[in-house]
Nanobody, 124 residues
Framework: QVQLVESGGGLVQPGGSLRLSCAAAGSIFSINNMGWFRQAPGKEREFVASISRDSGDSYYVDSVKGRFTISRDNAKHTVSLQMNSLKPEDTAAYYC?????????????????WGQGTQVTVSS
């Protein structure tokens, strides 16, 4: 089993920045890919970004490219999401996810472990 704990959510004005972090514990040797998803009220949970443990390759949904950056620290078993130029439409609960999938993936079903989520609200 893998446990994921997110932190860093909050309220920010449009154009502002937030940094989300996720710490993994447990059977972390099985994790090859980590990512972030988000879910707004009344909407499906959607992929945001993912990163491969071995190659460091990252993948983003088009709506956040150029604004969000995913990174990971394999020694500390953490993954972070730096979010800049935030927009009201970025408002959602953000979930950290981990997968044994080798490479990068945006497919929700490839991720087997999930955090509890952290709320991000972008509003003036």
């Amino acid at each position: 089993q893998v446990q994921l704990v997110e932190s860093g959510g909050g309220l920010v004005q449009p154009g502002g920045s937030l940094r989300l972090s996720c710490a993994a514990a447990g059977s972390i040797f099985s994790i090859n890919n980590m990512g972030w998803f988000r879910q707004a009220p009344g909407k499906e949970r959607e992929f945001v970004a993912s990163i491969s443990r071995d190659s460091g390759d990252s993948y983003y949904v088009d709506s956040v490219k150029g604004r969000f950056t995913i990174s990971r620290d394999n020694a500390k078993h953490t993954v972070s999401l730096q979010m800049n130029s935030l927009k009201p439409e970025d408002t959602a609960a953000y979930y950290c996810a981990a997968s044994s999938f080798v490479g990068t993936t945006a497919v929700r079903s490839d991720f087997h472990y999930w955090g509890q989520g952290t709320q991000v609200t972008v509003s003036s």
